[in-house]
């Protein structure tokens, strides 16, 4: 059972320290108030191969109260705070789904689901960017060999954004690469990153319909970051709007999605031949995010249990604990919860179980699983407005951490891949006989 915490902002909560199970890597020097426009100490590289699965989420565990207590203040820096993000690298979280080879945990898949809910019971968009970032961790070992050498030799700690919006890049081919314009929203960490990889769609000279589907990794000195993000909800992410202009992607660095909708086709399977590697991109891409509505309606819950236990009647004195409609939401949203993560285990699991079969799902159980996601963050946000419909009008505070729950799963229940009408219709339309035409799935 999740353990209740109080939300109390006088409690000072003290960060945890991994320093003797985690090798011989060291933070060389505290960064607790720094400004976030500065960078972080440099960090002694450390190896987390030895990190299960069990270790892992201990360390998300304990570093909840910490990031709990720190949620106003990264919301109002509006991206990942330096002090978020030194846990995060102390910790090892980041690299759960790094490969093995290059010190990251290399955990099975399922761990998207488990690590992100947990860490945003404290800070749902904290928890986004952890699940984002080592997303791209897992996606990298999907480019050449040589790709990932270039990133990971010199900094296997570098943390990579990225923008999937396929229309929103333009590529045509060059000599040994591709010739990339766009302007792309939403790159979440991107002020914390190093990288970035950027969807392009690929067109001929002449125009017409795109020929090819890329990922391309560019690097940070070749984007422009503009300062979009002034957002209602998950605003702790900086998911700000990145630009290139005639930018020159080599090859190795533009991941063709093609070769990466299940299997071991992809440039990268020559380097990491694990089951973690086999498994379809596209489709299952947007697991990593959607654990950031499922914990932060867990956290809501835990919040509502710790206020409503004590709470009293304004005008009446009586224990609010006691009215019945309290208790039915309550149950209902405990509930919605446990279904929702229940649903978004069940595919990682099965995603996983196929590629170490060395099968390829059907276009069918893809669409399935995307329609899991778009369905369990919509459980996720009703979970938290059946919660705030019975809450009262101490919600209507900024101070209290309920309003900001409410505003995270509003606000990620509007991304795209979250979106359970087009999620729904793309499944009942294949499922009824109907033709689904996405290439990259």
């Not at 170490?356 to 669409?367: F, I, M």
């Amino acid at each position: 059972m999740p353990m209740r915490i109080s939300p109390s902002p006088k409690r000072r909560v003290r960060s945890p320290n991994w320093q003797a199970e985690a090798g011989d890597f060291s933070v060389t020097t505290e960064t607790s108030g720094q400004d976030e426009t500065g960078t972080l100490p440099q960090l002694v590289r450390r190896d987390f191969s030895g990190v299960g699965y069990d270790e892992a989420m201990r360390r998300a565990r304990e570093i909840v109260p910490v990031l709990r207590e720190r949620a106003q203040r990264a919301e109002n820096a509006r991206m990942l705070t330096r002090d978020n993000e030194q846990l995060l690298h102390e910790s090892g979280l980041f690299r759960f789904h790094q490969p093995k080879a290059f010190g990251g945990m290399q955990l099975p898949f399922v761990a998207v689901v488990d690590i992100p809910a947990e860490l945003a019971r404290g800070c749902p968009s904290t928890a986004w960017s952890v699940g984002n970032v080592a997303c791209h961790h897992w996606i990298l070992g999907y480019y050449e060999p040589e790709t990932q050498r270039e990133v990971w030799e010199s900094n296997p700690d570098a943390l990579i954004a990225s923008s999937i919006a396929l229309a929103a890049g333009r590529g045509r081919k060059a000599p040994g690469g591709f010739i990339v314009n766009g302007r792309w929203p939403f790159s979440s960490a991107v002020d914390n990153s190093e990288w970035n990889m950027l969807a392009v769609s690929v067109y001929e000279e002449d125009g017409g319909a795109p020929v090819d589907w890329r990922l391309c990794l560019v690097p940070k000195s070749d984007y422009e970051i503009i300062d979009t993000w002034y957002a209602m909800g998950m605003a702790a992410t900086g998911s700000k709007d990145v630009a290139v202009s005639e930018l020159f992607v080599p090859e190795r660095r533009a991941l063709p999605l093609l070769r990466c909708r299940g299997g071991r086709e992809h440039p990268g399977a020559a380097l990491n031949g694990g089951s973690l590697f086999a498994i379809l991109l596209v489709a299952a891409s947007s697991h990593p995010l959607a654990l950031a509505a499922v914990g932060a309606a867990e956290g809501a819950l835990e919040l509502f249990l710790d206020t409503m236990a004590k709470r009293t009647g304004t005008y009446t004195g009586a224990r609010v604990a006691d009215f019945q409609a309290v208790q039915i939401k309550l149950a209902r949203a405990r509930c919605l919860i446990d279904s929702a993560r229940d649903l978004l285990r069940q595919s990682a699991i099965a995603f996983e179980a196929a590629a170490e079969r060395d099968a390829v799902p059907d276009l069918e159980t893809k669409l399935r699983f995307r329609a899991h996601s778009a369905f369990a963050v919509g459980q996720a946000r009703e979970a938290v407005e059946t919660l705030w419909s019975c809450y009262g009008a101490q919600g209507l505070y900024t101070r209290d951490p309920l309003q900001r729950y409410l505003r995270d799963v509003l606000a990620i229940n509007q991304h795209f891949s979250f979106n359970f009408d087009i999620a729904g219709a793309a499944y009942g339309l294949f499922a009824l006989g109907g033709r689904y035409a996405n290439p990259t799935m």
